[in-house]
């Protein structure tokens, strides 16, 4: 199995990542990709895919730091063979400063924007972040929809996102295993099962029955099965289709 979105990069992972990698596999985890968010954090992914043949890192900004965009950092980091992917980049209206919400709104767009066109002059796919803004992210994506690809990481369930199903791939984590994930689990059988992608986004959003721990790629089997569970399939098949599901997105794109 796959995890498409860990930020192994991550300051909790300093003490044991060898650990946390060495258990992931274990258990069947044994590919990783980390997702680019700051700038500061880029050459520490980038040394951990060094590192690890398993591991794979995308370059990106997050859109709670789009203040230190930065166009020619993030295109050094693009040029090495083990980034995959353009990310994570988007719109992320859950916590706009009072007074300044349309400011940072149009300045979350040009950034994104400025990402896709990374992602279309390198030809790779791009790791989306939507939040509390599927209206505004869709009508940015909607004329891109015949070259972007992509992966709406954790994906939010509004419906108006399944519309970009036919380049976009649809990225389920721990979030689908919450008692408050109504919609997720309702909306899930209508995501087409060949653009469902296995992803942990740890050390967040830790699954079921683990909440309140760190999580860790070593947690993608519980997924896996909740998803089975959903669309009535073996865990089995899942982890075939989401294996092969990556593999289109991510290293066939890149290759």
């Not at 300051?11 to 946390?20: G, I, K, S, Y």
């Not at 258990?23 to 520490?44: E, H, K, M, T, Y």
């Not at 370059?59 to 353009?86: M, V």
Request: charged content about 25%; hydrophobic content about 35%; glycine content about 4%.
């Amino acid at each position: 199995m796959y995890d498409t979105h860990c930020h192994l990069d991550a300051e909790c992972f300093f003490a044991d990542l060898p650990e946390v990698i060495e258990n992931s596999i274990r258990v069947g985890v044994d590919r990783f990709i980390i997702p680019g968010a700051d700038l500061r954090d880029l050459q520490r992914a980038q040394e951990i895919s060094q590192k690890y043949t398993e591991v794979y890192f995308a370059a990106g900004i997050h859109p709670y730091h789009i203040d230190d965009y930065d166009e020619d950092t993030l295109e050094s980091f693009i040029q090495d063979k083990k980034c995959i992917a353009i990310g994570e980049c988007g719109l992320d209206y859950f916590r706009l400063e009072k007074g300044k919400e349309e400011e940072i709104k149009e300045a979350q767009k040009r950034v994104f924007l400025a990402q896709i066109s990374l992602a279309l002059k390198y030809k790779k796919p791009i790791i989306l972040h939507i939040r509390d803004s599927s209206n505004d992210a869709y009508e940015i994506l909607k004329p891109y929809m015949q070259e972007l690809k992509g992966v709406l990481h954790c994906y939010n369930a509004d419906s108006i996102l399944l519309n970009l199903a036919q380049n976009f791939y649809y990225g389920i984590g721990g979030v689908l295993t919450f008692k408050n994930a109504k919609r997720l689990v309702e909306i899930l059988p209508k995501i087409p099962i060949h653009r469902i992608l296995l992803e942990t986004d740890a050390p967040y959003l830790t699954p079921e029955p683990h909440r309140g721990k760190r999580n860790s790629p070593e947690f993608i089997p519980i997924i896996a099965q909740k998803i089975a569970d959903l669309c009535q399939k073996t865990q089995e098949e899942i982890e075939i289709i989401t294996n092969q599901n990556a593999d289109t997105l991510f290293w066939q794109t890149n290759h």
